[in-house]
């Protein structure tokens, strides 16, 4: 949503609800939330904005088996905006983000997963965007985080510590936007930078993409493409690689009533071997849904519902880590 002040500034916000309810097991059932929101006061080509973020999520951690941790985040961030001119505009942030995690029934001996996964992260970003030509805009974004565990000794290597700083920088372009032919493409590298010597660094290709073929006003076809790399919190791993790729075509048959139909596949490595064994999940996912949308505008308003099926499935190097499942959902999109 946007909430506008006048001349003075404007709000922007995202809200996100998610309840999930399980047919056997009803003491698992769950209400999720996140929630983004922007104060940006603008001084002609410059402005300031504070920032913050608000999250409660039960977690399955990537890396983890058989953990659903609770967990809560608190995100506050200052930042500045600046334009040169009509082609370039820049945004700086500084912001701070507490995290905090339980799970009653976690197995770790000795330890709870707050041992594991409580830590602050003081992070500086830099988002350049600059108008090529037309609907193309190049963009860099740079991130850099330090991550400080409330307990920062690995239960595996008592003395070792995992802090660590974390640099991400993606040059990409953004083209084509409300045409036929549009997308995202975001290609650089990250780097993690552990205090430690022990545990292993990582320097590598790191990216996103997203690309939209409208074939007509009723049909579109997507692209997507990620690689992600992150501190593992798995014993003494230090890191784990996730690949993924998706192809998702979406058809209303009407004003409406549309359907889609997708397909991801992908796989996550932890490279460092656990009792002599490297793990790699080879990961696959079968969607299929039913839109109802009320209305949509060029200006990003609308109001959408969509009943959805989904399949996944994970085979893994480690057998015990393999598994199926299957999830309906309801989502409501909601642009004001």
Not at 142 to 160: A, H
Not at 283 to 291: K, M, Q, S, V
């Amino acid at each position: 949503g946007l909430v506008l002040l006048g001349s003075r500034g404007f709000i922007t916000f995202t809200e996100k609800l998610n309840y999930t309810l399980y047919k056997d097991f009803s003491e698992l059932n769950a209400l999720d939330h996140e929630g983004k929101y922007r104060l940006t006061v603008p001084f002609g080509d410059y402005g300031l904005f504070v920032s913050t973020e608000l999250r409660r999520l039960h977690e399955r951690p990537i890396d983890l088996q058989d953990v659903r941790a609770i967990g809560r985040s608190r995100k506050f961030g200052l930042g500045a905006i600046a334009r040169f001119g009509w082609r370039t505009t820049l945004e700086l942030e500084y912001s701070d983000t507490d995290f905090r995690y339980t799970d009653e029934d976690f197995g770790g001996v000795g330890s709870d997963i707050a041992d594991i996964k409580d830590r602050s992260e003081q992070s500086g970003e830099l988002r350049l965007r600059y108008k090529l030509f037309g609907r193309t805009n190049l963009t860099v974004e740079m991130t850099r985080k330090d991550l400080s565990f409330d307990n920062p000794f690995l239960g595996s290597l008592p003395d070792v510590t995992r802090n660590l700083d974390r640099t991400t920088v993606l040059p990409g372009v953004d083209f084509g936007i409300g045409g036929a032919l549009s997308g995202t493409v975001r290609i650089g590298y990250t780097k993690l930078n552990y205090v430690d010597p022990v545990l292993e660094d990582y320097t590598g290709p790191a990216g996103n993409a997203s690309l939209t073929y409208r074939f007509n006003s009723a049909t579109r076809v997507t692209l997507n493409a990620e690689r992600r790399v992150d501190f593992s919190v798995w014993e003494n791993n230090s890191y784990f690689i996730e690949d993924s790729r998706g192809l998702k075509l979406t058809r209303f048959l009407n004003r409406f009533l549309g359907v889609e139909g997708g397909y991801n596949t992908g796989h996550l490595e932890v490279p460092q071997p656990i009792g002599g064994r490297t793990r790699f999940d080879d990961i696959r996912r079968y969607t299929a849904g039913l839109i109802f949308r009320m209305f949509e505008s060029e200006l990003g308003r609308r109001m959408e519902y969509t009943l959805r099926f989904t399949d996944y499935r994970r085979e893994s190097s480690i057998p015990s880590l393999s598994l199926d499942r299957n999830t309906l959902s309801l989502s409501a999109d909601v642009g004001f």
